[in-house]
Structures are given as C-alpha cells and as structure tokens.
T-cell receptor, first 113, second 112 residues
Framework: DGGITQSPKYLFRKEGQNVTLSCEQN?????MYWYRQDPGQGLRLIYY???????QKGDIAEGYSVSREKKESFPLTVTSAQKNPTAFYLC????????????FGPGTRLLVL | RKEVEQDPGPFNVPEGATVAFNCTYS??????FFWYRQDCRKEPKLLMS?????NEDGRFTAQLNRASQYISLLIRDSKLSDSATYLC????WGAGSYQLTFGKGTKLSVIP
C-alpha cells in the first residue's frame, strides 16, 4: 500500500528537550517537505528536500533541523531553540514532474508540557 | 511578495446549494494549480487539479483565469459531507521550483 507515514501521531515535549518526528514514503518521490500548521492558520513551510543529502530552509526554519540520508525518509527535529513548538506538523512528498501535486502524511501533533 | 489569497469564510450554505470559492495568486508565471480539501484535524487531500481549459469532476468544477490571476472552485448540490476547509494551491515560484504555496483556506459548512 503506497503512501506517506508519520509517527508518532501525538508527541509531548518537555522544556529544553529535542524531539524528532518521523516521515517515511514509499511513493518513490524525490521531493519531501515539512510544514507546520497552527490552529486556524495556513500551512507554513519549514524545510524541503529535492534530493538525497540535500535540503533547503523554508519560511520558518529557525529552531528546526532535518536530514535526508535516504530517499524514503525525511525526519524533522524540533530543537529546544524553537520556543513555540506546539502545532500540527505535516510531511509531504512530490514527484518531480511539474504537474504533480503533493501528497501528505497524516500529521503529528506536538504539545509542550 | 509571493502570495496565494483566499476568502477565509466561513461559508454557511444549506444542503443542495451551489457555492463558489475564488483564489488569487501573485505570480503570473505560475503553471500548476490545485484545490485541496482539509477536514478538521486531518491532513490536506487533493480534491482536483486545475487545468487551463477548466475541468469538472462530478459536482465540482474548477476554472483558471490567467489574465486576472485567479482560480475558482464551484460546488453544486452541496452535501453535508462537503463541509471542510478548501485550500487553494499554486506553484508561486514557477516551474522547476518544486515548491507549492498554500492559501490559508476557505471554510465551508453545509447545513441540513
């Protein structure tokens, strides 16, 4: 069954703690993306990657880090430098044909304790 | 500034009504256009792509007006299950950028 998986579904972070959100896809897509969505707000791009071992900052990269060691995987780390991490985090992937759209994983809700 | 703008709504319509959403985009070089649907606390899902000649999928019709830089979505015979937030999506950075820009969404509530 092809698709994008994200884990965990809910994640709790303590003050000063780094946490990592998982994103895996088996769609053979080259490009992967991380977005943040706050209540009642639109999607904001955190980081994206077009190819293995390469990634670019999006609009709100501060306090986040990513890696792209495998085509299938694009984990996001929310560091202690991110002062307001509570949000809904969405991972997406896309093929490189310009007419292709993005497909999203089910998301991870991050809450700060 | 590159933007995709939508009326946030909410649009409250009775079952069976026809409702239309518009979306404007700032880059005339944009090539790819989509409408997504997002249910409460769920991920966005592709509703339909928008083609230059306009396209229809059942009760849904999408149109593109390049001269005025807007796209529209028309929903006929609204169902309760159409209640969701509808996101307008555009490749604002142009072909080859691999980035899509999402509007903030228009909320639709279909009332019995």
């Amino acid at each position: 069954d092809g698709g994008i998986t994200q884990s965990p579904k809910y994640l709790f972070r303590k003050e000063g703690q780094n946490v990592t959100l998982s994103c895996e896809q088996n769609l053979n897509h080259d490009a992967m993306y991380w977005y943040r969505q706050d209540p009642g707000q639109g999607l904001r791009l955190i980081y994206y990657s077009q190819i293995v071992n390469d990634f670019q900052k999006g609009d709100i990269a501060e306090g986040y880090s990513v890696s792209r060691e495998k085509k299938e995987s694009f984990p996001l780390t929310v560091t202690s430098a991110q002062k307001n991490p509570t949000a809904f985090y969405l991972c997406a992937s896309r093929g490189l044909d310009d007419q292709e759209t993005q497909y999203f994983g089910p998301g991870t809700r991050l809450l700060v304790l | 500034r590159k933007e995709v703008e939508q009326d946030p709504g909410p649009f409250n319509v009775p079952e069976g009504a026809t409702v239309a959403f518009n979306c404007t985009y700032s880059n005339s070089a944009s090539q790819s256009f989509f409408w997504y649907r997002q249910d409460c606390r769920k991920e966005p899902k592709l509703l339909m792509s928008v083609y230059s000649s306009g396209n229809e999928d059942g009760r849904f019709t999408a149109q593109l007006n390049r001269a005025s830089q807007y796209i529209s979505l028309l929903i006929r015979d609204s169902k309760l299950s159409d209640s969701a937030t509808y996101l307008c999506v555009v490749d604002l950075w142009g072909a080859g950028s691999y980035q899509l820009t999402f509007g903030k969404g228009t909320k639709l509530s279909v009332i019995p």
